[in-house]
């Protein structure tokens, strides 16, 4: 079974649809992620979260919020979809301290498309 | 601020040969650097690191080089496989809080027979 995984997988939504992603560990992390891919412009941070009771937003936040169920669940919202929120979003997580030395671990992705 | 960027949106290699994959960053203070591949519909997933106090990373048929003084880094693959065709990124912690990865744009890799 993978140790991060992300539902669903892909969607197709309408401008001003309220979507939630969602995002489960078994790997006991504290730390997890929300990355987007948009082509040409790699992977960029929209919210992490340390621990249950510690979020933080990324480079990217704007038009998203984020909620930390459990230690093993991290969601994602679009309050209002919008077009350009089209791309690929990416959970990961991590224990303190690994992320420099390959510690980060990726869900496979959603592929959201906002029409 | 584009702090890791890799200026080969993508490269084609044949079978055997070496491919280069280039990646250049403008913060003095990254600590380590990172590659992940990533591979169509799944994740990225992580393949070699280096600490800034080495200028060489070998792991298989992957190395990683750092010139420190030209903020540049560079992955060789060799033999280069199909296998090894794939999105590849450099990453780097950030200085000021090292659990978050800043990444470059990414340099798509087909190895063809």
């Known amino acids: 079974d993978a140790d991060v995984t992300q539902t669903p997988r892909n969607r197709i939504t309408k401008t001003g649809k309220r979507i939630m992603l969602e995002c489960s560990q078994t790997?006991?992390?504290?730390?997890m992620y929300w990355y987007r891919q948009d082509p040409g412009l790699g992977l960029q941070l929209i919210y992490y979260s340390f621990d249950v009771k510690d979020i933080n937003k990324g480079e990217i936040s704007d038009g998203y919020s984020v909620s930390r169920q459990a230690q093993a669940k991290f969601s994602l919202s679009l309050e209002s979809a919008i077009p350009n929120q089209t791309a690929l979003y990416f959970c990961a997580t991590s224990a303190p301290g690994t992320s420099g030395f390959g510690g980060q671990f990726f869900g496979p992705g959603t592929r959201l498309t906002v029409l | 601020d584009q702090q890791v960027k890799q200026n080969s949106p993508s490269l084609s290699v044949q079978e055997g040969r070496i491919s280069i994959l280039n990646c250049d960053y403008t913060n003095s203070m990254f600590d380590y650097f990172l590659w992940y591949k990533k591979y169509p519909a799944e994740g990225p997933t992580f393949l070699i690191s280096i600490s800034s106090i080495k200028d060489k990373n070998e792991d298989g048929r992957f190395t990683v080089f750092l010139n420190k003084s030209a903020k540049h880094l560079s992955l060789h693959i060799v033999p280069s496989q199909p296998g090894d065709s794939a999105v590849y990124f450099c990453?780097?912690?950030?200085?000021?809080?090292?659990?978050?990865?800043?990444f470059g744009t990414g340099t798509r890799l087909q190895v063809f027979p």
């Open positions: 990453a780097a912690p950030s200085a000021y809080n090292t659990d978050k990865l800043i």
């Open positions: 790997k006991g992390h504290d730390r």
